[in-house]
């Protein structure tokens, strides 16, 4: 079956701590991105990746990073700088070769901190 | 930079009824606008995708349009049935842009 995934599902830490959430894609699929979505906020993008070992920021990149070392891997890292982490984190893909941009997305990590 | 808003924020309608969910956006240049459904503690299910070049799409009882003059697209839901309670969100972009998520109406229908 063809999709992406997330794990884990739900993820608990310590205020303090790094965390990083995975996003793992076999759809070979170019882009790759990272929302975050809060009560009332709907989502916001934190990274974007067109390509491997290139990744742009979004409109609230402070806080996190990225990396994509492989085409079908974009993990997220949490860091302790993130002043409000305690989110539903979402990842998604898209093929720009067609140029449609049409995303596909995981089922999402629910991260609290505490 | 493309705005996308989606009114109402809740919506509750009797099954069985016909239901029109509206998106509207400020950059009327959009490259593309998709429809997505999302269910409580859930990812995005993608429903339709309007390209620019395109008026209309359709999936089962599932029917968007696109006016890119009037900065509008529409959901329309024939025979709403319980299992269509969800959050449905629309999103578009601009041509090299990001896509840009409307908050979503969350559609409850009653049995």
């Known amino acids: 079956d063809g999709g992406i995934t997330q794990s884990p599902k739900y993820l608990f830490r310590k205020e303090g701590q790094n965390v990083t959430l995975s996003c793992e894609q076999n759809?070979?699929?170019?882009?790759m991105y990272w929302y975050r979505q809060d009560p009332g906020q709907g989502l916001r993008l934190i990274y974007y990746?067109?390509?491997?070992?290139?990744?742009q920021k979004g409109d609230i990149a402070e806080g996190y990073s990225v990396s994509r070392e492989k085409k079908e891997s974009f993990p997220l890292t949490v860091t302790s700088a993130q002043k409000n982490p305690t989110a539903f984190y979402l990842c998604?893909?898209?093929?720009?070769?067609?140029?449609?941009?049409?995303?596909?997305f995981g089922p999402g990590t629910r991260l609290t901190v505490t | 930079k493309q705005e996308v808003t989606q009114i109402p924020a809740a919506l509750s309608v009797p099954e069985g009824e016909n239901l029109v969910l509206n998106c509207s956006f400020t950059?009327?240049?959009?490259?593309?606008l998709q429809w997505f459904r999302q269910d409580p503690g859930k990812g995005l299910t993608s429903l339709l995708l309007?390209?620019?070049?395109?008026r209309e799409q359709t999936s089962g009882r599932l029917n968007a349009s696109l006016d890119k003059s009037s900065g509008r697209s529409t959901l329309y839901i024939a025979a709403s049935q319980p299992g269509d309670s969800a959050t449905y969100l629309c999103?578009?972009?601009?041509?090299?842009?990001?896509?840009?998520f409307g908050k979503g109406t969350r559609l409850h229908i009653l049995p």
């Open positions: 998604a893909s898209s093929l720009t070769r067609t140029g449609t941009y049409e995303q596909y």
């Open positions: 759809l070979n699929h170019d882009a």
């Open positions: 990746s067109q390509i491997v070992n290139d990744f």
């Open positions: 950059d009327s240049a959009i490259y593309n």
């Open positions: 309007i390209q620019s070049s395109q």
């Open positions: 999103a578009g972009s601009s041509w090299g842009d990001k896509i840009i």
